[in-house]
T-cell receptor, first 109, second 115 residues
């Protein structure tokens, strides 16, 4: 079983749409959770950390559900520039970072 | 965020030769460094985790004698792909985390092509 699983997509949405991604993790002892954004042929960049209480950064909202072992990312008012692959990452209790396969988002005009 | 520099950005080498990739944390001490490999249209796959001054821990299925990792200082880790073959062609990315960091920061990645 993979440490972290994501729907690969692609999610094709029009500009202005709201889109949500989920990611499940297998290790209940995982400590920290993150969403990264990866553009084509580039390294991943940290988008936001995910806290137990949920957190919001502009159009982006991240939430953690420890009981069900999933994290989510909500993007409101999608922009063309949001088109990318979104990776969730989980830091286990041995400080290893595991990544999901990524969810590809295409925002269309 | 913290800066991690990876070098070279891309490299082409002949089959059978070895290639060394460097990963440096420029503004923090990286107690742990991670090496990933990403094939086209696939996810990042963790290859190994290295802690400064100790042997790397390899993920299942990764040959430690083929992918030599050295983490001799708190700011530098190297990955050497030995006797490279065309199937080793991939995007290799390092990331680094320090004691006070809860997140990992990525290098720019190295695109390796073995011909």
């Amino acid at each position: 079983r993979k440490e972290v699983e994501q729907d690969p997509g692609p999610f094709n949405v029009p500009e202005g749409a709201t889109v949500a991604f989920n990611c499940t993790y297998s290790n209940s002892a995982s400590q920290s959770f993150f969403w990264y954004r990866q553009d084509c042929r580039k390294e991943p960049k940290l988008l936001m950390s995910v806290y137990s209480s949920g957190n919001e950064d502009g159009r982006f909202t991240a939430q953690l559900n420890r009981a069900s072992q999933y994290i989510s990312l909500l993007i409101r008012d999608s922009k063309l520039s949001d088109s990318a692959t979104y990776l969730c990452a989980v830091n286990d209790n041995f400080n290893k970072f595991y990544f999901g396969s990524g969810t590809k988002l295409n925002v269309k005009p | 965020g913290a800066v991690v520099s990876q070098h070279p950005s891309w490299v082409i080498c002949k089959s059978g030769t070895s290639v060394k990739i460097e990963c440096r944390s420029l503004d923090f001490q990286a107690t742990t460094m991670f090496w990933y490999r990403q094939f086209p249209k696939q996810s990042l796959m963790l290859m190994a985790t290295s802690n400064e001054g100790s042997k790397a821990t390899y993920e299942q299925g990764v040959e430690k004698d083929k992918f030599l990792i050295n983490h001799a200082s708190l700011t530098l880790s190297t990955l050497t792909v030995t006797s490279a073959h065309p199937e080793d062609s991939s995007f290799y990315i390092c990331s680094a985390a320090g004691l006070t960091n809860t997140e990992a920061f990525f290098g720019q990645g190295t695109r390796l092509t073995v011909v």
